[in-house]
């Protein structure tokens, strides 16, 4: 770990960790019955110590190797296009869940593929094709082999 960033993030890894244990612990971590079954926040504090951990572990080696500096946050050109992508697509879901609480989920689906698939360059033809064949196959799915209905 050599970079500032890495330890915003371990410090951001480790507040979700402590986070999950707490919430397993209000869950209960041991079983309330005599049959030796885990508590329902028996999974969740494992990850989460698991997570904890392993900041702890990145901490460490960020401390150890303070002597190197490096640019803090910088990226080279080529990521910096990766994070664009990344942050269209965050911006697409929010987009999309918005737009399925307008219209339905039939309308908002396809908008929200046509809009990823030209993030990430794909031409038009393919893009059309693959809005109406992902959103048919979703609702297919979802709609007559799960039982669960868009509303």
Known sequence: MR???DLVSTGA?????????AGALRLGVGSATSDGVPGAGFFPFILGLIILVLGAVQATLFFRDR??????FALPPD???????????VGGMLGLFVLWKLVCFEAAAPAFCLFLNRVYGRGWLFNVVFSVLMTLLIHLLFTRLLYIQFN
Not at 67 to 72: F, L, N, R
Not at 79 to 89: H, S
């Open 13 to 21: 890894f480790m507040a979700a960790a402590i986070l999950f244990i």
């Open 67 to 72: 002597g190197e500096k490096k640019a803090s």
């Open 79 to 89: 990521r910096r296009a990766n994070v664009a992508r990344i942050a269209a697509t």
């Open 3 to 5: 970079h500032k960033s």
